[in-house]
């Protein structure tokens, strides 16, 4: 059975100016703190940050790669998750990026997760 890591990736700012669904899911974003981008996968954090940024495909030829993170996306930001240890199911990592997503937007940062 797999496990799966919740990671957070940071983004380049520009994306709160640039991407509108970002900025209306985030109108507490006061510009202070860094914009985030949270996700959850059974690859380690540094495997998954490459998919991200080289758009890659599924075997089905389907995209696994986030837009936001492939454009925005900087570099990975182990201390806000390597607290968090992995976890048996996908609908518990499911669960856990969520929870993590809202907190860190609850602290000011500007987040997205799905």
């Given at each position: 059975?797999?496990?799966?890591?919740?990671?957070?990736?940071?983004?380049?700012?520009?994306?709160?100016?640039?991407?509108?669904?970002?900025?209306?899911?985030?109108?507490?974003?006061?510009?202070?703190?860094?914009?985030?981008?949270?996700?959850?996968?059974?690859?380690?954090?540094?495997?998954?940050?490459?998919?991200?940024?080289?758009?890659?495909?599924?075997?089905?030829?389907i995209k696994i790669s986030s837009k936001i993170v492939e454009k925005y996306g900087l570099y990975l930001r182990?201390?806000?998750?390597?607290?968090?240890?992995?976890?048996?199911?996908?609908?518990?990592?499911?669960?856990?990026?969520?929870?993590?997503?809202?907190?860190?937007?609850?602290?000011?940062?500007?987040?997205?997760?799905?």
């Open positions: 059975m797999p496990s799966y890591q919740v990671y957070v990736i940071e983004l380049d700012k520009k994306v709160f100016s640039d991407n509108r669904k970002f900025r209306e899911a985030n109108p507490q974003f006061n510009g202070v703190l860094e914009c985030l981008y949270v996700g959850m996968s059974s690859k380690k954090p540094i495997e998954r940050f490459k998919q991200h940024k080289t758009g890659a495909l599924s075997k089905k030829g182990p201390s806000l998750y390597s607290h968090l240890a992995p976890v048996r199911s996908r609908a518990k990592a499911l669960e856990l990026e969520a929870n993590l997503g809202k907190e860190l937007r609850r602290k000011n940062y500007a987040v997205w997760w799905n």
